[in-house]
């Protein structure tokens, strides 16, 4: 528990924050006035009782003004008003300091996120992570809130009402109330502990139906090809029922919880109302005691009856931190040197020396890997499905570390550059392009933040997208939709394309880059393409290999090994694994031609 509250400590005692710092001391003297003022107020109560039954037990400190009864019951008035009001005074000084603890957890959270390895977030359910997140930065305000500006408060109420009953009455009331407050704090501590089991249940089968309804949604068209939305409906069901049921038992549970805090603290305020009752009918009290006594208890039953909910709040808010906390001490799988370089290449040499990798430790995806590519070549690297060519852009980028060997940029080892600088000067454009739910202008500056609309306009002209955008209504501020489902796939990856032609990087990467457009906007496309990679470092991973004819070396994987190198007619002479595969597609190809050629009368007939 205090690690937990020295990790959370900071972000409610910020370093180098006076105005926070000062909000909290000023709410502290705040609060310590108010309850002042709550414990003081039922005075009035009393001494407006008795001045109306004609005792007059005002101590002679007060003016004579204010001693009739109306002036009395008016102070009363005025005390509750003040009362509610240096409360809320407190809240709105305190707020600050709240919601400043859960932004910077927040940005502390999302950035750590980010920098976690990609493994990381291979591995965990996006939904999942994003409630742990939700719920961890909740929990601080929470803690903020229940913690500061109720638990403290009503224990300086506890401390106040205790001195006033010891001095106003005698020890007799201040032991009935202290074991009233112990047996109600036991109560509910022992009982909240029981429905926390109960909440966790809820929270569970809650991320576990977020994560269902996320993954189904993301996964819309899917589900539409296969026609299981009845399948997609029961998951999701099921998934509430656990819900349903952990949330029925917590809420069953709350009323034997708030039945016997109501029962406790009754029987308490009962034994002193009779101690009070006793005294006034020997004449040792005033009806103004016996008064003063019911509206002490009954002001400290109001914090009191929130204790439970303030218990499982708090206790909740720890959980949920603990499991943010948790997340935020994995350390991120690749790191940059206390001594890393930033580089920017306007030349780029990529050397892989005896590369190989394994994502689990068990299966190699490479193994023993070598090549050059100089400074201004264009490498391309073809094999069957699951040879391992993209992972060779992923340890490029350094989305992972190789396991043996090295890889080196004009003969800098990767691992010895910091990662921004090294992912600034490399250029990607991906098989399966994920575009952010925002504009189209959105996406495209995403290759350069700072990109004037001038050169926004020549990148999408360069690829082919310009006429694309002017068919919009909105033009460049229409919405792409979730991972942009509103735009086909060539439309994607023709933005992709034109955000990378705007980064304008040393160093490109072209992972199936024109998988998913036709062969005449393709045609035009490889033509931008190529004039963005000349002069720069380029590693093309393809399976379509006509796409690779044009590269200076071309390199086979087969099983993560190199089986083949040397340009495309070197490859076909040597009757290899590439030229059986080039025959196969050739062999396609013009088996699709012949079909388009084929008049439409007979086309009729051969699909029967």
């Not at 996320?214 to 299981?228: A, Q």
């Not at 009954?298 to 929130?306: E, G, T």
Request: net charge positive; proline share 3%; hydrophobic share 45%.
């Amino acid at each position: 528990m205090i690690n937990l509250i020295n990790e959370f400590l900071p972000y409610i005692w910020p370093k180098g924050r006076a105005d926070i710092k000062s909000r909290i001391i000023l709410a502290l003297l705040i609060l310590v006035f108010a309850k002042i003022l709550t414990v003081l107020v039922p005075y009035s109560y009393k001494w407006a009782t008795d001045a109306l039954v004609g005792d007059n037990t005002v101590p002679s400190l007060i003016p004579i003004a204010i001693l009739t009864p109306i002036m009395l019951i008016i102070a009363l008035g005025m005390g509750r008003i003040l009362m509610v009001a240096f409360n809320q005074l407190r809240d709105a000084v305190f707020a600050k300091v709240g919601q400043n603890a859960v932004r910077q957890l927040g940005r502390v959270s999302f950035s750590h996120l980010h920098n976690l390895s990609l493994r990381f977030h291979l591995d965990r359910r996006t939904g999942a992570l994003n409630r742990v997140v939700d719920r961890g930065i909740k929990g601080i305000e929470s803690i903020v809130r229940l913690a500061i500006l109720n638990t403290v408060p009503t224990i300086f109420e506890f401390i106040f009402v205790g001195l006033v009953l010891l001095i106003q009455f005698d020890w007799r009331y201040l032991l009935v109330v202290t074991i009233t407050i112990i047996a109600y704090t036991y109560f509910t501590i022992k009982y909240s502990s029981l429905r926390i089991v109960y909440r966790k249940r809820m929270n569970s089968n809650d991320e576990d139906a977020n994560n269902k309804s996320l993954d189904s949604l993301l996964n819309y068209e899917t589900v539409k090809h296969f026609n299981n939305e009845k399948i997609e409906e029961k998951r999701f069901d099921e998934a509430m029922s656990g819900y349903e049921q952990a949330s029925i038992k917590t809420l069953t549970s709350l009323s034997f919880l708030n039945f016997g805090q109501s029962a406790i603290f009754t029987i308490g305020l009962t034994f002193c109302m009779i101690l009070s009752g006793h005294e006034v009918m020997s004449g040792e009290q005033t009806i103004g005691d016996f008064v003063l006594i019911n509206a002490l208890l009954m002001q400290l039953a109001i914090p009191l009856n929130f204790f439970g909910f303030i218990y499982r709040e708090i206790s909740q808010g720890i959980a949920d931190i603990k499991s943010l906390f948790s997340i935020l001490k994995i350390k991120p799988e690749i790191t940059d040197k206390s001594d890393a370089l930033s580089m920017d290449f306007n030349e780029a040499e990529i050397t892989f020396k005896d590369v190989s990798f394994s994502y689990d430790g068990k299966r190699e995806i490479l193994d023993n890997i070598n090549f050059t590519i100089p400074s201004g070549a264009s490498l391309a690297i073809v094999g069957p499905t699951g040879a391992g060519k993209s992972t060779i852009s992923r340890l490029l980028f350094r989305f992972y570390d190789v396991s043996k060997g090295s890889i080196m940029i004009n003969g800098k080892d990767v691992r010895d550059i910091t990662q921004g600088s090294l992912r600034k000067n490399i250029g990607i454009v991906p098989q399966d392009t994920v575009l952010f739910n925002d504009t189209i202008l959105y996406n495209l500056k995403y290759g350069k933040i700072s990109s004037s609309e001038d050169e926004i306009w020549d990148v999408a002209d360069r690829a082919q997208l310009s006429k694309l955008i002017k068919s919009f209504p909105e033009g460049m501020n229409t919405l792409v939709g979730e991972r942009g489902l509103k735009l086909s796939g060539g439309e994607k990856q023709r933005v992709a394309i034109a955000r990378t032609l705007l980064k304008n990087p040393p160093i490109l990467v072209l992972d199936e880059a024109t998988s998913a457009l036709d062969t005449l906007t393709e045609r035009v496309i490889k033509e931008s393409l190529s004039r963005l990679a000349k002069k720069r470092t380029t590693i093309i991973i393809a399976h379509r290999l006509s796409t690779v004819v044009g590269a200076n070396n071309i390199l086979v994987i087969d099983n993560g090994k190199v089986v083949e190198t040397g340009t495309h007619k070197q490859l076909l002479r040597k009757k290899g694994l590439y030229s059986d595969m080039w025959s196969t597609q050739q062999t396609i190809k013009k088996a699709e031609e012949t079909l388009k050629n084929i008049k439409p009368e007979y086309k009729k007939l051969l699909s029967h």
